[in-house]
């Protein structure tokens, strides 16, 4: 109790340092009127000012009240709004972990309630904001993948669906892009074999990214290069590897915008391997 109290000192302190400086968190809000609120003994009371800060958009003065009500309510009717209302003033203040958290546990907890459902959305929707640029680790937004499937499988005729399988359709994205970045690093660096199975494991894992062309003639110069910087005794193994990826690309591509580029990669090819022979 002690620690929370000085928790809750902390952030009033810090709520009168920006009201000195200007940047209100409360608006309209006293200091001291906040300080007599957190002071009440009275839960009801501090309940409804905690409601109406979440109301206002005025979430940083709802959080320590809420915190409150959450943790002196415990196994009420009461407990089961505030907790509900305490998740949704953490993804205000943009505590989009700590909300997720909340959201879910409320779901777990609470299954039966009406808002089970829109707490599992919006834990989900959590993990969708806090999924990075593709460049970045993709735990997050592997996790916001999970938890929209399983949203969509526990309550499949949801009006959150269609919105849910637009997230899954645009983080999917975001991982294809990442599969490709990662697998171009590769290559850009002169990693070719590396380069190779990343752009092909990439091709089996999204068969239908909007990539999938650029990988494919990526995947034919790869192995050239990769024959090129090889021994004398597996150039030929490696310069038939980059002619069947030859094959496989003409095929599936024949009006490729990439045509000139792998035709130039088959020639040469053939030419190392009459010059391997005459050796």
């Known amino acids: 109790m002690t620690n929370r109290f000085s928790t809750h000192l902390s952030f009033i302190s810090a709520c009168c340092a920006s ?9 309209g809000t006293s200091c001291s009127e906040y300080n007599k609120i957190m002071k009440s003994t009275d839960l009801d009371y501090k309940y409804e000012r905690a409601l109406g800060f979440l109301d206002s958009n005025k979430c940083y003065g709802a959080l320590p009240l809420l915190e409150e009500v959450v943790s002196l309510t415990r196994g009420t009717e009461r407990s089961v709004d505030a907790q509900y209302n305490f998740a949704q003033a953490h993804r205000c203040v943009g505590d989009y972990y700590l909300a997720r958290y909340y959201f879910k546990l409320f779901a777990k907890t609470f299954p039966n309630d009406p808002r089970a459902e829109k707490a599992q959305f919006e834990s989900a929707i959590c993990s969708y904001i806090l999924s990075p640029k593709p460049s970045l680790d993709q735990l997050d937004t592997e996790q916001a993948i999970e938890e929209f499937q399983l949203f969509m499988d526990r ?25 490709f970045e990662s697998a171009h690093n ?13 752009f092909e494991n990439a091709l089996k894992e999204y068969p239908d990214t909007p990539y999938r062309e650029q990988m494919q003639w990526l995947i034919v110069d790869g192995y050239f290069k990769y024959a ?40 040469k090819c053939l030419k190392a391997i009459d010059d391997l022979a005459e050796n």
């Open 186 to 198: 590769y290559y850009h660096t002169g990693n070719y074999k590396s380069a190779v199975i990343a």
């Open 155 to 179: 309550y499949p005729a949801s009006a959150f669906r269609d919105s849910s399988q637009n997230m899954i359709d645009e983080l999917r994205y975001k991982l294809e892009v990442k599969s």
């Open 228 to 267: 090129e910087l090889s021994t004398e005794r597996r150039k030929l193994e490696r310069y038939n590897d980059t002619i069947e990826a030859f094959l496989t690309f003409v095929a599936r591509y024949p009006e490729s915008q990439y045509r000139n580029q792998v035709q130039d990669v088959y020639e």
């Open 19 to 27: 009201l000195i400086l200007g940047s209100t968190l409360f608006f």
